[in-house]
């Protein structure tokens, strides 16, 4: 199973982006699908998970702002990013975990101009 990112550009302050991770097959199989992100210099850090079950979990810096969703049948992950800030500027991985496999995709460039 492959993941492809997209989404990603530049937007200010205050502004709105959809990221999308679409996989090549079967992503119901993946019981968590993540988003996580990184910023230059820095570690990857988690940003919001959901479980099969639809169950979410947020970073504490994107509460309120960021919403996880998924659509098994269209095998996607969704990151719906709002009022976004000029430290929310990093690269987004989506990530999909199973007892099985753990899978990144590429990557997604979210730049923040103030």
């Known amino acids: 199973v492959q993941l492809q990112a997209s989404g990603g550009g530049v937007v200010q302050a205050g502004g709105s982006l959809r990221l999308s991770c679409v996989a090549s097959r079967n992503i119901g199989s993946f019981t968590f699908l993540a988003w996580y992100r990184q910023a230059p210099g820095e570690g990857r850090v988690m940003v919001a998970t959901?479980?099969?079950?639809?169950?979410?979990k947020y970073g504490d810096s994107v509460k309120g702002r960021f919403t996880i969703s998924r659509d098994n049948a269209k095998n996607a992950v969704y990151l719906q990013m709002n009022g976004l800030k000029p430290e929310d500027a990093a690269v987004y991985y989506c990530?999909?975990?199973?007892?099985?496999?753990?899978?990144w995709g590429q990557g997604t460039q979210v730049t923040v101009s103030s």
């Open positions: 990530n999909a975990a199973s007892p099985f496999a753990y899978i």
């Open positions: 959901i479980n099969n079950d639809g169950s979410t």
